[in-house]
């Protein structure tokens, strides 16, 4: 018997007179008990996304910053903070590039404090940020920090480069003719517009106490796939996906139960877009997206085959960064003595990108942990209001640690999650795409071509040297061996199928 759990996501309809009023009050007496109980200690993950966009450029400490939480917040088996509740901020401090005389790095420092689930029905508590999703920033003790804009791809050529024996460096013919073939330089400026998904991490309590007038949802377990019928669809699930050289690649982790406009309707109405088919025009997108360390939106994806077929959908998710995306392929697939086909889906998160020589193409590496992209995934299509259900199956045929096409450690807990989709109804207001698209002016050429310059030499004096070369080196050296171990634990535990395919190429 395969072994399930089932997730309630979606509200049940309203029960009829008496049965619906004894509900009510017994799940608003349930949820008065829990916010009356002790608070929430330090820690709690928010899943949280902008309504209103935020930027080093225009912000100052003090103003306000508005979201919603994505994903119920969740303390024994109840929920203590729904979804869609807004969540509500302010900055507290901001360094602004400018010029870039004074600083060549921008900085955020966002602190949200107050839940507001209705009218006279808040939470207090104190949270910072612990991750933007898919951004090219990092985030250091709750801090935004931006991208240095010589810290790219051809800008750290061009201290490598600057290194040549000259007597002036600057009259070097190959770095002049370098420097005016990529003439990118990345926008150093933060900006986040509405629609930003954020990771915060509460650093103090979270008083439910102060929940005088909790609001209370009729939730009961809403129709999922029988245990019977789970136990058929594992049969002959597949459990893993190849690339066109027949190499074992990304792991089956989800199951679509749904029409194919299902499919598409709610991946679109959760922000998702489909990849762009590989072209000329498209390799040189890819290019300037890496030299820019900026975003590109639809990106050609690699074509996986499963059953000697290739996916029937690409859907991937991005911000402002070519390293970082969500991305998934989909299959029709119809399970043996079943008569309705089903969607099977190998999803994973990419973090870093380079431009492979062999195949004279761009490869990505991704995050190990592929559950936490399954509960990506799964997370955004809830909150667009197209989930019905979620059951969890757990496959033995799915190793727990293993490798992709392209050596990358997976590790997973083996369970794959069945998502029954039905016509998306967001209960929450969603962030219109011209609202998505928005930017804002980070200033005309001129000031822009001087800053380009400014910074060019900041970088130059400060970097480009033999001190700073032997440090750049011992880093790169350093995370190589950081690397090693977990690449040889995955080596030692790849299941002997892919490995006798591995071995085979």
């Not at 002036?168 to 013919?173: L, R, V």
């Not at 800053?451 to 030499?457: A, D, E, M, N, S």
């Amino acid at each position: 018997m395969v072994k399930v759990r089932r997730s309630a996501i979606a509200p049940m309809r309203n029960l009829p007179g008496l049965h619906c009023r004894f509900a009510f009050v017994s799940l608003l007496c349930a949820a008065a008990q829990a916010f009356g109980s002790d608070p929430l200690p330090a820690g709690q993950p928010l899943w949280i996304r902008l309504t209103a966009p935020v930027s080093s450029y225009t912000a100052k400490p003090g103003d306000p910053i508005h979201a919603v939480l994505t994903q119920d917040l969740i303390s024994n088996h109840q929920v203590v903070l729904p979804m869609g509740t807004e969540i509500e901020g302010v900055v507290r401090s901001k360094r602004k590039v400018g010029w870039g005389i004074r600083h060549e790095t921008a900085a955020l420092e966002l602190e949200f404090h107050r839940a507001v689930v209705a009218p006279g029905a808040e939470a207090s508590f104190t949270a910072r940020v612990d991750e933007v999703s898919n951004a090219r920033e990092s985030v250091r003790k709750g801090v935004i920090e931006g991208i240095r804009s010589t810290d790219t791809f051809q800008g750290r050529i061009n201290s490598r480069l600057i290194h040549l024996p000259t007597w002036n460096p600057y009259s070097d013919t190959v770095l002049i003719a370098y420097k005016a073939v990529f003439p990118v330089f990345p926008e150093p400026e933060v900006h986040y517009a509405a629609g930003t998904d954020m990771r915060l991490r509460t650093t103090t309590e979270l008083s439910r106490a102060t929940l005088s007038s909790p609001v209370a949802e009729e939730r009961s377990s809403p129709q999922a796939p029988e245990p019977e019928q789970l136990d058929k669809l594992l049969e002959n699930l597949p459990s893993r996906v190849t690339n066109q050289k027949d190499v074992a690649a990304d792991l089956v982790n989800i199951v679509f139960l749904g029409s194919k406009d299902e499919v598409k309707s709610a991946f679109r109405k959760a922000g998702w877009r489909n990849a762009d088919t590989a072209s000329k025009k498209t390799w040189l997108k890819n290019l300037y997206a890496l030299l820019n360390n900026s975003g590109y939106p639809q990106q050609p994806m690699m074509t996986f085959l499963v059953d000697g077929k290739p996916q029937d959908m690409s859907w991937q998710k991005s911000l402002n960064s070519y390293n970082r995306r969500d991305h998934l392929r989909i299959w029709q697939w119809k399970p043996e003595g079943t008569g309705d086909p089903v969607w099977i889906s190998s999803s994973t998160r990419d973090t870093s990108a380079a431009l492979d020589i062999k195949t004279k193409g761009f490869v990505h590496h991704i995050e190990s942990n592929i559950d936490a992209e399954r509960s990506t995934v799964i997370r955004d299509l809830n909150f667009a209001g197209c989930v019905r259900s979620v059951s969890y199956i757990t496959n033995p045929q799915i190793p727990t640690t293993t490798r992709n096409a392209n050596g990358d450690p997976m590790r997973t807990d083996g369970s794959v999650a069945v998502v029954s989709l039905q016509d998306c109804h967001a209960t929450v207001r969603q962030p219109e795409p011209t609202e998505i698209a928005e930017s804002y002016r980070p200033g005309n050429h001129v000031f822009r071509f001087f800053r380009r310059q400014i910074l060019t030499f900041r970088n130059d004096i400060f970097r480009a040297n033999i001190i700073y070369g032997a440090y750049d080196g011992g880093r790169m050296l350093v995370s190589s061996l950081r690397r090693r171990p977990e690449m040889q634990q995955a080596e030692t535990n790849t299941d002997p199928e892919s490995a006798t395919k591995e071995q085979g190429h």
